[in-house]
């Protein structure tokens, strides 16, 4: 297990079947809780409300930009990272300090990203 990861409730928002149930299966035995996935933009805005921790989003979820649900996180300042095909360059302006995991991806580098995104446990 990630330590770091250990009990934060991550929320994944990804289309494509087989990448969701492999973010899933890895953040699980990283020791986080997942909230999700969601592959829909009117489920993942329904799950952007629960108690989450940090985000994961697909930048574009069946022709369906998430970026409204990037500023729902951000309003509400929630962690989270793009998985996206996009260069850094295609993004909009506002999203471009956002980080961002380029399909295809590396587990280990996906655990990583979110492990320094993570907010400090609060004692």
Avoid: C
Avoid at 44 to 69: F, K, R, T
Avoid at 82 to 95: Q, R, V
Wanted: charged share 25%; glycine share 6%.
């Amino acid at each position: 297990m990630t330590e770091g990861l250990t009990g934060k409730r991550i929320l994944i928002i990804e289309d494509e079947y087989l990448i969701a149930t492999d973010l899933k299966r890895a953040l699980t035995d990283a020791g986080a809780i997942v909230v999700g996935p969601a592959g829909t933009m009117e489920a993942a805005q329904m799950l952007a409300e629960e108690d989450i921790d940090l985000a994961l989003l697909d930048v574009n979820l069946d022709g369906e930009h998430s970026y409204p649900l990037a500023n729902r996180l951000r309003d509400r300042s929630v962690p989270f990272a793009f998985l996206t095909g996009y260069d850094e360059w295609a993004l909009p302006p506002a999203y471009r300090e956002v980080p961002r995991l380029g399909k295809p991806f590396a587990m280990a580098q996906l655990i990583n990203e979110l492990t320094a995104l993570s907010p400090a446990d609060q004692t």
